[in-house]
């Protein structure tokens, strides 16, 4: 979809709950240090190529009530919260009242999201409250859509060289030069039962043949 058409983040949903697709505890492939990850389920914007196209709809995910969210991230004990999916700012208003708690605690929030920067100020100006109050309680934004044909294979954490880096406070150390700077990851974690759970990104093509080699490892490795 093209940036000249502006977009404007869904409404509706049940302000107190969440939908999560995925609740990391810890990681360090998504965000500066070690981060506690919320991937949320449901996306109304569809990049081609997206990495997660299993969170587009919003049926599936399983739905956490804010305060229970909050708890769950502070007991992780990590620096901050980032969060993904899907689409943040689909669901704003519940996700502004986690990140305002987490903050509240001193760690710092990073959200990313499909949307432009440009489009986030217009849904404000038109008098979204929701997308105003996720932006108010996030420390460190990345915005814009994953473009395919514009891969950034230099900065950490993001797909496409359109996508932009925005420190809205200064909790989180550094400045945006400095924190892209960082080396990307990709975390590769197999259970006790030989399931496979991958974050961070990567090439399609990269990780299909990462995940072959690694497959092939857990089957052949000596119980």
Same mark, same amino acid.
């Given at each position: ?20 697709? !995925?609740? /990391?505890?810890?990681?360090?492939? $998504? ?32 739905? &956490? ?74 420390? /460190? ?13 230099? !900065? ?19 400045? &945006? ?9 990709? $975390? &590769? ?21 990462? /995940? ?12």
């Amino acid at each position: 979809m093209s940036d000249s058409a502006p977009r404007m983040p869904a409404t509706g949903g049940d302000p107190d709950v969440v939908s999560v697709a !995925r609740f /990391l505890a810890s990681t360090r492939a $998504e965000g500066p240090g070690e981060r506690t990850a919320v991937w949320v389920q449901g996306c109304t914007i569809h990049c081609p190529g997206c990495f997660n196209p299993h969170m587009w709809s919003f049926r599936g995910g399983a739905p &956490v009530g804010a305060a229970d969210l909050v708890a769950r991230i502070l007991d992780a004990g990590t620096s901050g919260l980032t969060l993904l999916g899907g689409e943040p700012f689909d669901q704003a208003t519940a996700l502004a009242r986690v990140a305002a708690g987490v903050r509240a605690t001193g760690r710092s929030v990073m959200t990313f999201t499909g949307y432009t920067t440009d489009e986030l100020r217009q849904a404000v100006d038109a008098g979204r409250a929701d997308v105003a109050g996720l932006l108010a309680e996030t420390d /460190l934004l990345v915005a814009g859509p994953f473009r395919a044909d514009q891969l950034d294979r230099v !900065r950490p954490w993001v797909g496409s060289t359109n996508q932009e880096f925005v420190l809205l406070t200064d909790r989180i150390a550094g400045s &945006v030069a400095e924190l892209t700077g960082d080396p990307d990851r990709l $975390e &590769v974690t197999v259970d006790a039962a030989g399931g496979i759970a991958v974050n961070g990104w990567a090439e399609l093509d990269a990780l299909d043949a990462l /995940l072959d080699g690694l497959g092939e490892r857990v089957r052949h490795a000596p119980s």
